[in-house]
């Protein structure tokens, strides 16, 4: 009797620990602009002291890796996050070329990817999380002044995004069968001062806006009746333990 009920409380309690466990989850966001997150930076370059602002459009798609638990109901609570480059050069960002000073500086397929430094970061249970360690990269295309070309695939920028908070919510699970869907949201601010362009003295950029982006996930949860089967099964072997020890008295 007492073995069978052993076994049957493991398998509970072993059910109930998986859901506690952290698990991590690959996805990909892909730019989705939406009100004031309209994927709009802002991106102000100043040259030999005088600067110039263009607006450029962000669109494409980053990688990030999301480490959730999930409640006995299958709700997801996301606490930590990393971005992860699918590719370093060049990278899945894409931006609208601009022309700053009269077409003396300007950019050409300027490409770039979101990385963090020794994911994961934490996030809040409300879902805000700061942006240290959160960093854009600009790592392809070309920036031209006065006629000469930096290929950003080789001098790649790197654009800190410190002392922000971002959002990330994931909604209530769709279950179907065995399978749990989840959408995800991302809302992120890109804010940075100026930072200065290697090989380029007197040069610097700096940006600003926010970017709106949503990703989606699936996670294989037991169908309803799984535990009732388990328990089902474990009877079996409750009773004949139960009956056997009524035999020996």
């Not at 493991?10 to 966001?29: C, H, N, R």
Request: with cysteine.
């Amino acid at each position: 009797m007492k073995r069978g009920f052993y076994l049957l409380l493991s398998v509970i309690v072993l059910f109930a620990v998986s859901l506690g466990q952290a698990v991590e989850i690959p996805l990909l966001f892909t730019l989705t602009p939406e009100g004031t997150y309209n994927n709009q930076i802002s991106v102000t370059l100043t040259y030999a002291g005088f600067p110039s602002t263009q607006t450029s459009t962000a669109s494409g798609s980053f990688g990030a890796t999301l480490y959730a638990t999930f409640d006995q109901a299958w709700n997801a609570s996301v606490n930590g996050l990393g971005f992860v480059p699918k590719s370093i050069t060049p990278g899945d960002l894409s931006f609208t070329d601009m022309s700053f000073f009269s077409g003396l500086v300007s950019t050409t397929n300027l490409l770039g990817d979101m990385t963090t430094d020794t994911p994961p970061r934490p996030v809040n249970i409300d879902g805000s999380f700061s942006t240290d360690w959160h960093t854009l990269i600009l790592n392809g295309g070309t920036l031209n002044v006065l006629n000469s070309p930096m290929d950003l695939s080789t001098e790649p920028l790197y654009l800190d995004l410190w002392g922000f908070t971002g959002s990330l919510w994931v909604s209530v699970p769709t279950i179907v069968g065995n399978q749990a869907f989840y959408d995800v949201t991302l809302l992120l601010p890109i804010d940075f001062p100026p930072v200065e362009i290697p090989d380029m003295p007197e040069a610097t950029i700096a940006a600003s806006g926010s970017i709106r982006a949503t990703g989606s996930f699936s996670q294989t949860v037991p169908e309803p009746g799984t535990m009732m089967l388990a328990i089902w099964g474990l009877m079996g072997p409750l009773c004949y333990f139960w009956k056997r020890r009524i035999a020996n008295t």
